[in-house]
């Protein structure tokens, strides 16, 4: 599908590393258009149903390019056009899906120490009231466990700070 209003960056990174802060700032520059959606996350979701187990707020996922592209439609003269989905940094099919789809998209890759990022994550989970065990150990010793019945990568919080 051939699109002229398109990204030609996108914000990757891991989880709790500032992504947020980084899109903010950049939506604020006149010659800067980033989506309203954060997160879209398509290239996660890409032409996937993704029935992950864990707390968690239910939302409609981008998994077409029908459903994307449409974020982009109120650029006006904007010279970058971004979006920012940083869980495409863990998603081993992501590099391969943006450089078949986007292929001159540049990306800006948002990194932190991976047990800070660990243990910041597990917070957020908690505060969210998303992770039920309260403590931060217990939780990371249950990765494994966890992912082998299908939670959420929220709770990956080991792997979250491994680049694929």
């Not at 992770?131 to 929220?154: G, Q, V």
């Not at 919080?157 to 680049?163: A, C, H, R, T």
Request: glycine share 4%; charged share 25%; with cysteine.
């Amino acid at each position: 599908m051939t699109r002229e209003k398109k990204p030609n960056f996108i914000i990757i990174g891991a989880m709790k590393a500032a992504t947020t802060s980084l899109y903010t700032y950049l939506k604020q520059h006149p010659d800067v258009f980033m989506t309203t959606i954060k997160e879209p996350m398509f290239f996660n979701n890409f032409q996937k149903k993704n029935n992950f187990k864990g707390a968690g707020r239910k939302t409609k996922k981008i998994t077409t390019f029908e459903q994307y592209y449409p974020l982009f439609d109120a650029v006006k003269k904007e010279k970058a056009i971004g979006e920012a989905s940083p869980a495409y940094i863990s998603n081993e099919n992501c590099p391969s899906l943006i450089k078949q789809h986007l292929p001159d998209t540049k990306i800006i890759a948002v990194l932190r120490q991976p047990v800070a990022r660990a243990y910041s994550n597990f917070l957020h989970a908690r505060m969210a009231g998303r992770e039920p065990i309260a403590d931060f150990e217990t939780a990371f010793n249950k990765e494994a466990e966890r992912k082998a019945e299908n939670w959420s990568p929220l709770y990956h919080y080991k792997d979250k700070g491994v680049l694929c």
